[in-house]
């Protein structure tokens, strides 16, 4: 049982190391691309489509309709990055049923570099969406005194989700690897399943999180007058 994937090196040249944490997080990468490749070679727009299709289609409508919910009103816009968030998210627990598999998220390194990405994302998106002063306004409201709040704000979420996805999925990896050493094997593979609806979750409540955020940083602020009006 290893508390970390990073302590399992595979490779070691001096200071550089090759890690669990890096092979499985490229195998994920790699995984998605080749599946997206396949699933998009032959796209229909008729009324008959293959199965990978409609499949495909309920999953990208699924996301839209969630990031609509969020308040992101223009939904294709955000789809590509909380998309592809959401579905490495899932991939990475749904992989914990294969033997020797290692899932990147239950690394903090990995963890903490999803929520940066979240943590650029956040303010491209609302420059693109507001402009250059009317986002860094938006750290002065309702008053400038809010200033260093809201700049901690944005680093104590971005902690925060780090950690937690971190967390959660560090300690299911844990459970199941202690439940193997004590118990027979079917009440581990119960666990495992449990394990991947746990990784489903997280996956929806990180992706869920990082649109909330996004949505705030693209929300408008109007001026004092107007909303006195």
Do not use: C
Not at 124 to 138: A, D, R, T, V
Not at 164 to 179: K, P, V, Y
Not at 190 to 203: D, I, K, Y
């Amino acid at each position: 049982m290893h508390l970390s994937p990073d302590t399992v090196i595979y490779w070691q040249n001096g200071f550089l190391k090759l890690n669990a944490t890096i092979v499985f997080t490229w195998v994920l990468m790699l995984v998605l691309v080749i599946s997206s490749i396949l699933i998009t070679r032959k796209l229909s727009t008729t009324l008959k489509r293959s199965r990978w299709q409609n499949f495909l289609e309920i999953i990208v409508t699924g996301i839209t309709q969630q990031i609509e919910d969020v308040g992101l009103n223009d939904a294709k816009k955000y789809l590509g990055f909380l998309g592809t968030l959401f579905l490495f998210l899932v991939t990475a627990g749904m992989f914990t049923i294969v033997p020797g598999y290692e899932p990147p998220t239950a690394s903090l390194s990995t963890t903490a570099a999803l929520a940066l990405t979240v943590f650029i994302a956040v303010p491209l998106f609302g420059i693109s969406e507001q402009g250059l002063g009317n986002y860094l306004k938006s750290y002065m409201a309702p008053t400038f005194i809010m200033l260093p709040f809201n700049i901690i704000s944005e680093l104590s979420r971005t902690l925060a989700l780090a950690v937690r996805l971190f967390g959660n999925m560090m300690s299911g990896a844990m459970i199941i690897g202690i439940l193997l050493t004590i118990t027979p094997f079917i009440f581990p593979i119960v666990m495992t399943a449990l394990g991947l609806l746990t990784g489903l979750v997280q996956a929806y409540i990180f992706t869920i999180l990082a649109a909330v955020y996004i949505a705030a940083a693209t929300r408008s602020v109007k001026p004092a007058k107007q909303r006195v009006n």
